[in-house]
């Protein structure tokens, strides 16, 4: 199979000459975490930006000091099996297609489900779990919860109650959701304060979170019970990678709790180390 049969095709795109501004607004607008720089001269693909390099470089406005010149690309006529060995090496989130320096498409872990339940590899899930699984408490505080995400460098985490049983699921942007703040505000710092009506709050959400993390705002008195994802969708270790592939396509999961024969969690699977397997 190759990369043109499962990519998406005209992607969401920033521009060159452009703004940080412009691209925030275009990753909220669109619900992104990050989107391919063009060109507008020409529409060659000139790099890629992400969230994170924005909010890693606060003091710049101008994108092509921002995004990312070097970003991988692959060609749509390459295997997929390419795509998943550049997309593990370089723990990418997003590959952009080119063909004669023209951006064509976009491929992402979800696309990668897609083959992986095709394919259905005989390999289980526990042959393929990171080590180690980092839980969290589900009577801990959310500061708490949050410097795990970071140690853990994570972006869900399984929640244990008192008798260590899995009672639930976090993930970082249920806790940034708790933040309580004026959204006037931030969206008036964030430069996107052209008629809030127009836009899609869930992409709000998705992109502010970092801005959250950044400047410090103070998180609720709350408990990870109170957020967490209660009684979560999990996956037996003995269970094949196609069927935990199949179970995230389906709810539209980036990670899975695996739990072992007792019920006992004993591992997280995320949609990077299914698609892993494509590779091996």
């Not at 339940?117 to 990171?130: C, D, L, M, S, Y």
Request: net charge neutral.
């Amino acid at each position: 199979m190759k990369v043109k049969d499962i990519m998406t095709e005209d992607p969401i795109v920033a521009e060159l000459p452009g703004t940080r501004t412009e691209v925030l607004k275009k990753l909220v607008r669109s619900n992104k975490t990050g989107m391919p720089v063009v060109k507008t001269s020409d529409g060659t693909l000139a790099g890629f930006v992400t969230r994170q390099d924005i909010f890693s470089k606060p003091e710049e406005e101008q994108l092509a000091l921002v995004m990312r010149r070097d970003h991988p690309t692959i060609s749509p006529r390459a295997s997929v099996k390419d795509a998943a060995k550049i997309m593990m090496e370089e723990n990418l989130s997003h590959l952009p297609v080119v063909d004669k320096d023209k951006l064509v498409g976009i491929v992402t872990p979800t696309d990668l489900l897609i083959v992986v339940e095709k394919e259905n590899p005989q390999v289980t899930v526990e042959e393929i779990v990171r080590s180690p699984c980092i839980p969290v408490y589900a009577g801990a505080p959310l500061s708490v919860a949050l410097a795990t995400f970071r140690a853990a460098r994570a972006y869900a985490l399984p929640v244990l109650d008192d008798d260590a049983k899995l009672v639930g699921i976090v993930t970082d942007r249920d806790i940034f959701n708790q933040s309580v703040v004026d959204s006037t505000v931030v969206m008036s710092d964030l430069g996107l304060n052209d008629g809030a009506d127009n836009w899609n709050w869930e992409g709000v959400r998705n992109v502010m979170k970092l801005w959250y993390e950044v400047s410090k705002v103070n998180l609720p008195k709350l408990k990870v019970r109170d957020i967490m994802i209660q009684s979560p969708v999990t996956v037996f270790k003995k269970t094949l990678v196609a069927d935990a592939a199949k179970v995230m396509r389906k709810h539209d999961f980036g990670q899975l709790p695996v739990r072992d024969s007792k019920d006992n969690l004993v591992a997280m699977i995320y949609d990077t180390d299914v698609a892993a397997t494509l590779i091996k």
